[in-house]
């Protein structure tokens, strides 16, 4: 499971069994993360949350870190059976809007955020995934 955290929304991907793809699941309501992972980590078996983890350009930290260091903190005390990887999401948001134009969404739907958080939790899944892939090779 990816999530592509942010303060008002989060957007959430999943992957296929053979953890090969990564689909986009939903995005949901930042205040509404802990309801939903219990809720999910009930019913589906995962393996690891990856989070896009976000840097300048420099390397540093970028501002939203205020609010994702905290999540990171709670979600490894509520679940430490799930192993939990940072991954660089720098250009997500710009990899987001151009698979949108690629899919042929109206302007009026590429301006939905909700649309564009899941798909840059997609993203960062499947990076993740075919760096995991490379590093196996």
């Not at 990564?22 to 009930?42: H, P, Q, R, V």
Request: avoid cysteine; glycine fraction near 6%; aromatic fraction near 8%.
């Amino acid at each position: 499971m990816a999530l592509d955290y942010g303060l008002k929304r989060i957007g959430v991907a999943v992957t296929d069994p053979l953890q090969i793809f990564a689909t986009g699941l939903t995005t949901i309501a930042g205040n509404d993360i802990w309801k939903f992972l219990d809720d999910y980590f009930s019913k589906e078996k995962v393996d690891m949350l990856i989070i896009g983890y976000p840097v300048q350009m420099s390397g540093k930290g970028s501002e939203s870190l205020i609010a994702i260091n905290p999540f990171i903190k709670i979600f490894l005390e509520k679940y430490p059976a799930i192993p939990l990887e940072q991954a660089d999401e720098r250009f997500t948001s710009k990899l987001a809007h151009r698979a949108m134009i690629d899919m042929g969404l109206k302007k009026k739907d590429r301006q939905n955020k909700a649309i564009a958080d899941k798909i840059s939790a997609m993203i960062i899944l499947q990076g993740f995934l075919e760096s995991r892939k490379r590093k196996t090779i």
